[in-house]
């Protein structure tokens, strides 16, 4: 480390596998998209060449270095202010005219440079052969390699290349531009020449095209300090603009590409007529003009089926594993240590293990969210979506980009917060940010799904889905609302969208997204969910007397907990939910949604956990085996319902009634804790408060991990905006539909 | 220049050179960056299915536009 750490920087247009080589050259974990502008999120790893240590950078993907939007802005600094020794442009090789643009900026910048010819497979497939020597050598000598990100190709070349141009004293790349403008660059040069404090920044050269080009980032960032500089550049843009007859940023975007065509025609050949590609022809049925729509509902119909229905069955079973055989084994242990029945066992199997399990449910359910988020990403559909959704986004003052965060927002508001940074303007990004809340969440499904199946047996999933519908109406009333009060008369902001062709996705891609994802949720939510288990579960034990010789031995509602959501609970009595129970598990849901269904079964079921468990007398074996068993029932349950999307899906057209596989007859078999709970609530509960309790939950204000996420992007004004209109939706909502329904005479459960 | 036709115009399976890019600001800073400059060649493919936005295809990519930034787009008559 004499020389300190070197840094190397991996640029690139969205969606050519700069993140694919990323995880090639490092082998570290993190997502691979194919949505336009998808890595925004600075990711670093780390890689050996020749023995050294060395850390990579992946910037995020942009078209162009004109600090227009967050990623540009984001790639430019790092590349300007943190002067990484070598930057990797990643070109797609099938597409190289575009590329290139991005290309010639990030070289104009003077920074050894490797240019990677990514998905070079691809390119020959489609007759397109490059001629690696022919475009270093039009490209002022870099040194260019041939990668096959996906595959692990080159490699070893690139990493090679990276050396050449660690050591190599290559000089700077100039690309010759018009006379007249060149003499504009010369003049202004000069005069930044003269400001060592800008020189020692940026090459000077740069910034004065820069200036000429009025790059609105360069200009606000000098026009302070060097009014002179500013002036001087303006003048001289005019003249040359008047002389050429066009402004000098069209000239200067003119002749990049010219010059991009002359090392084209220098390096590529193709052979064989342009024809049309798979992806052409996949995209003539994906976004026809009638299936276009009737299969994008489907797919999405379809992400739901999965997240909903096909991970139901290795929820039951963690949850079967942990309230059965797991609390039985923790339960021994503790009596085998003389702690049966005291406090200590009361806080391990109510309050740690109930935490726990409390998150590990999760995993089912968020595995297969993900699972289907990374195929939409990773094919290339989403940004279909966007094209399709467009139109009816555009209702909302929102872009076509805007349905990739909401869609986000039915797994987790905040990956969906952070997915609106692909939006380019900040007021799209709030917008978005602030209705994505309504998007009911992968974590507030648990808690419709123990309802509604409690309240509504076998039509549940209608009122699982009425509630996402009402997320979704919410979401656009909002929205309206705020595009015609908020923000009238504002213009509307570019879509220009690249729509990138239709790629297989890589299976270690996209598990690698899932399990980066997962694990990710599984840290926080340990953290987080497992503090908030025990502080409630202390809550509950702590009497509200505050007489400790009472501790652990009280009745919730004498207890803290019981006091503190006393106090709330009246403000809940006209939405039909006022006991201070419901109260209190609404309470806990602020802190994360995840807690909720926890809360539930300690309030209303973990009171009696303790008789359940050593009435059932079973061996470690009988344990075992009991797990394994059900873990197979879980799998051919689960691909049971994999295969049941296919008729359910047919069978909302009408007149269709395919039947439905069942491989494994249900038993109504409910273990002992959650049969307590159900019963508890079925006695706290009327279908109709149930109705409205879950409304409530639908819109109430989003946990604290999505508040923090927005503080942080959107700022401390706008978060409390969401927290104030939210409970105020939630409450509204909630006694709507409490007091609508006893209007309607359905009071009566 | 009576002749004078923007981008929104071409029928699917029509091809036309730019010739300027109008507008100002952000949204004729990214046409430019994805390679709308004069002479460009450009093909419409489709509309989305309602209508709105508009499948291009330039310089051997995809991109779509909505109708009103493919107004500002001056072509070739």
Same mark, same amino acid.
């Given at each position: 480390m004499t020389a300190g750490p070197f840094t190397i920087a991996l640029a690139g247009n969205p969606n050519v596998g700069k993140s694919t080589l990323f995880n090639a050259l490092t082998g570290s974990r993190q997502h691979v998209g194919n949505w336009p502008g998808k890595t925004v999120e600075k990711k670093e790893g780390r890689t050996t060449i020749n023995g050294r240590d060395i850390v990579v950078v992946d910037l995020p993907g942009t078209y162009s270095l004109a600090a227009h939007s967050v990623e540009e802005i984001i790639a430019r600094d790092f590349i300007i202010c943190e002067r990484p020794q070598v930057i990797i442009v990643v070109v797609d090789a099938a597409n190289l005219e575009r590329n290139l643009y991005l290309a010639c900026q990030i070289l104009e910048l003077e920074t050894p440079a490797v240019l990677a010819l990514n998905m070079s497979d691809e390119a020959h497939k489609r007759g397109v052969h490059l001629d690696p020597q022919a475009l270093s050598a039009a490209l002022g000598g870099i040194p260019v390699v041939e990668t096959?990100?996906?595959?692990?190709?080159?490699?070893?070349?690139?990493?090679?290349?990276?050396?050449?141009?660690?050591? *190599?004293? $290559?000089?700077?790349?100039?690309?010759?531009?018009?006379?007249?403008?060149?003499?504009?660059?010369?003049?202004? %040069?000069?005069?930044?020449?003269?400001?060592?404090?800008?020189?020692?920044?940026?090459?000077?050269?740069?910034?004065?095209?820069?200036?000429?080009?009025?790059?609105?980032?360069?200009?606000?960032?000098?026009?302070?300090?060097?009014?002179?500089?500013?002036?001087?550049?303006?003048?001289?843009?005019?003249?040359?603009?008047?002389?050429?007859?066009?402004?000098?940023?069209?000239?200067?975007?003119?002749?990049?590409?010219?010059?991009?065509?002359?090392?084209?025609?220098?390096?590529?050949?193709?052979?064989?007529?342009?024809?049309?590609?798979?992806?052409?022809?996949?995209?003539?049925?994906?976004?026809?003009?009638?299936?276009?729509?009737?299969?994008?509902?489907?797919?999405?119909?379809?992400?739901? !089926?999965?997240?909903?229905?096909?991970?139901?069955?290795?929820?039951?079973?963690?949850? #079967?594993?942990? /309230?059965?055989?797991?609390?039985?084994?923790?339960?021994?242990?503790?009596?085998?240590?003389?702690?049966?029945?005291?406090?200590? !066992?009361?806080?391990?199997?109510?309050? +740690?293990?109930?935490?726990? *399990?409390?998150?590990?449910?999760?995993?089912?359910?968020?595995?297969?969210?993900?699972?289907?988020?990374?195929?939409?990403?990773? /094919?290339?559909?989403?940004?279909?979506?966007?094209?399709?959704?467009?139109?009816?986004?555009?209702?909302?003052?929102?872009?076509?980009?805007?349905?990739?965060?909401?869609?986000?927002?039915?797994?987790?508001?905040?990956?969906?917060?952070?997915?609106?940074?692909?939006?380019?303007?900040?007021?799209?990004?709030?917008?978005? =940010?602030?209705?994505?809340?309504?998007?009911?969440?992968?974590?507030?499904?648990?808690?419709?799904?123990?309802?509604?199946?409690?309240?509504?047996?076998?039509?549940?999933?209608?009122?699982?889905?009425?509630?996402?519908?009402?997320?979704?109406?919410?979401?656009? @009333?909002?929205?309206?609302?705020?595009?015609?009060? +908020?923000?009238?008369?504002?213009?509307?902001?570019?879509?220009?969208?690249?729509?990138?062709?239709?790629?297989?996705?890589?299976?270690? $891609? @996209?598990?690698?997204?899932?399990?980066?994802?997962?694990?990710?949720?599984?840290?926080?939510?340990?953290?987080?969910?497992?503090?908030?288990?025990?502080? +409630?579960?202390?809550?509950? %034990?702590?009497?509200?007397?505050?007489?400790?010789?009472?501790?652990?031995?009280?009745?919730?509602?004498?207890?803290?907990?019981?006091?503190?959501?006393?106090?709330?609970?009246?403000?809940?009595?006209?939405?039909?939910? *006022?006991?201070?129970?419901?109260?209190?598990?609404?309470?806990?849901?602020?802190?994360?949604?995840?807690?909720?269904?926890?809360?539930?079964?300690?309030?209303? =079921? #973990?009171?009696?956990?303790?008789?359940a468990d050593s009435s059932t007398p079973s061996t470690l074996a009988d344990d075992l085996r009991e797990i394994v068993y059900t873990f197979g029932q879980a799998a051919v349950l689960t691909a049971q319902e994999a295969i049941n999307i296919l008729p359910r899906t047919a069978n909302l057209l009408p007149g269709v009634d395919l039947p439905e596989a069942n491989f494994l007859p249900l038993e109504a078999e409910t273990d002992a804790a959650s049969g307590q709970m159900n019963q508890a609530l079925t006695q706290a509960f009327t279908p109709l408060s149930a109705v409205a309790f879950t409304v409530f939950v639908l819109l109430y204000v989003p946990c604290l991990t999505a508040l923090t996420a927005m503080r942080l992007e959107f700022g401390v004004r706008w978060m409390l905006y969401q927290v104030v209109y939210t409970a105020a939706v939630a409450w509204v909502g909630a006694v709507a539909v409490y007091q609508g329904g006893l209007l309607l005479g359905l009071g009566g459960g | 220049m009576n002749t004078s036709r923007t981008l929104d115009h071409l029928m699917p399976g029509q091809t036309a050179r730019v010739r300027r890019v109008g507008s100002a600001g952000a949204l004729r800073r990214r046409l430019l960056d994805m390679g709308l400059v004069r002479g460009a060649e450009i093909e419409m493919l489709k509309r989305a299915p309602l209508g709105d936005p508009i499948e291009y295809r330039v310089r051997g990519y995809h991109l779509s536009l909505r109708q009103a930034e493919a107004r500002m787009i001056e072509i070739e008559a």
């Open positions: 096959v990100g996906s595959r692990g190709i080159g490699l070893d070349a690139l990493k090679a290349a990276i050396q050449t141009a660690l050591a *190599g004293s $290559s000089q700077p790349f100039h690309l010759a531009y018009d006379a007249l403008i060149e003499a504009g660059i010369a003049r202004l %040069a000069a005069r930044i020449g003269a400001y060592p404090e800008l020189t020692a920044v940026y090459p000077a050269r740069w910034l004065a095209l820069k200036l000429l080009e009025a790059d609105t980032g360069i200009v606000a960032q000098l026009e302070r300090e060097y009014p002179a500089l500013i002036g001087a550049a303006r003048t001289i843009a005019q003249n040359i603009a008047e002389t050429l007859g066009d402004e000098l940023e069209i000239l200067i975007a003119d002749q990049r590409y010219q010059f991009i065509g002359s090392v084209i025609s220098a390096s590529v050949t193709r052979t064989g007529r342009a024809q049309i590609t798979p992806s052409e022809r996949i995209d003539t049925i994906l976004t026809h003009r009638i299936w276009g729509i009737p299969l994008f509902l489907a797919l999405m119909w379809v992400v739901f !089926q999965f997240t909903a229905n096909v991970s139901a069955p290795f929820v039951d079973w963690i949850d #079967g594993v942990i /309230s059965g055989p797991i609390t039985r084994w923790a339960s021994t242990l503790l009596t085998a240590l003389g702690l049966g029945g005291s406090w200590v !066992q009361s806080l391990v199997t109510d309050g +740690i293990i109930a935490g726990v *399990g409390g998150v590990l449910v999760f995993i089912p359910v968020l595995t297969f969210l993900y699972l289907a988020i990374a195929l939409l990403e990773d /094919s290339g559909y989403m940004a279909r979506a966007a094209f399709i959704m467009d139109r009816v986004m555009r209702i909302l003052g929102l872009h076509g980009k805007s349905f990739l965060p909401l869609l986000i927002g039915f797994g987790c508001t905040v990956p969906a917060i952070y997915a609106t940074r692909t939006l380019e303007h900040e007021q799209d990004r709030k917008l978005t =940010g602030f209705l994505a809340t309504f998007m009911s969440c992968g974590a507030r499904l648990p808690v419709y799904v123990v309802f509604a199946s409690l309240f509504f047996g076998a039509r549940a999933g209608n009122l699982i889905f009425a509630l996402y519908l009402l997320g979704i109406v919410v979401a656009f @009333v909002t929205g309206w609302i705020m595009k015609h009060l +908020i923000y009238r008369g504002q213009p509307p902001h570019p879509f220009v969208m690249e729509l990138p062709p239709y790629r297989l996705p890589t299976l270690s $891609s @996209v598990l690698r997204t899932i399990r980066g994802r997962i694990q990710e949720f599984v840290q926080r939510a340990f953290t987080i969910i497992l503090a908030c288990s025990v502080i +409630i579960w202390l809550l509950m %034990a702590l009497p509200a007397t505050l007489d400790w010789r009472d501790f652990n031995q009280v009745s919730i509602s004498d207890s803290w907990f019981g006091a503190i959501s006393g106090v709330a609970a009246p403000a809940f009595a006209p939405a039909g939910f *006022g006991q201070p129970e419901a109260a209190g598990v609404l309470l806990s849901g602020f802190i994360a949604k995840e807690v909720i269904i926890g809360t539930i079964s300690q309030i209303y =079921g #973990g009171e009696t956990a303790d008789e | -």
